[in-house]
């Protein structure tokens, strides 16, 4: 009997150490009841402190305050940069050559721009439900009608892309097509000009 109610009490010590932490008093409490009051004194104390879980979601929200701050200062930072050296070389304190390789680093540092393929289905008459379009590895399906504001998008090469059509219906032949795209631009095609 004196066991047991020593192992009660050590319980519910631990569950009084674990009020302020995130296990919590029940947490601490019921653990160490069942499995071992010093099983459970481990895990609570192992528990991070409510103040500890506090300051890390602080610096955390901090943290991507500043990143935002970075992205946002990032954004101008090719532009005013590119103006400053060009005030430099107006000022002759750069020359011409200088000018060329810092120019060219800066936009060594630019985000690179996507050439797409974008495809819509504005209607093709005898041909219902839905189209396979394969471009090169990729594949998707696409609703016949389908207006501009749906249409399916694929990052592609600049170029001519081989694009294939595939109609589901039974009675329905495939299309091999090859589309011509603009480097760093989209290009759009409407399906029912291509299938026809």
């Not at 107006?90 to 996507?114: A, M, V, Y």
């Amino acid at each position: 009997m004196d066991i047991f109610l020593g192992w009660i009490i050590f319980s519910l010590a631990v569950g009084a150490i674990g009020v302020n932490r995130n296990i919590g008093f029940a947490g601490a409490f019921f653990l160490s009841l069942f499995l071992s009051p010093v099983i459970g004194l481990i895990f609570t104390l192992v528990s991070k402190s409510d103040d500890q879980v506090k300051f890390e979601t602080e610096l955390l929200s901090n943290a991507k305050k500043q990143t935002q701050g970075l992205l946002k200062a990032s954004d101008k930072s090719f532009t005013d940069e590119l103006y400053k050296l060009k005030s430099l070389l107006d000022s002759d304190l750069i020359t011409r050559e200088e000018f060329e390789i810092e120019k060219e680093n800066l936009k060594s540092t630019l985000p690179q721009k996507k050439t797409v393929l974008s495809l819509y289905c504005s209607s093709t008459p005898g041909i219902s439900g839905r189209l396979m379009i394969r471009v090169g590895d990729k594949g998707n399906f696409i609703d016949v009608p389908q207006g501009r504001d749906n249409a399916l998008d694929f990052d592609v090469s600049a170029g001519e892309v081989k694009v294939v059509i595939s109609p589901t219906g039974i009675f329905a032949s495939e299309k091999m097509v090859y589309l011509k795209t603009v480097m760093h631009e989209t290009t759009l095609y409407d399906i029912a000009e291509i299938y026809i």
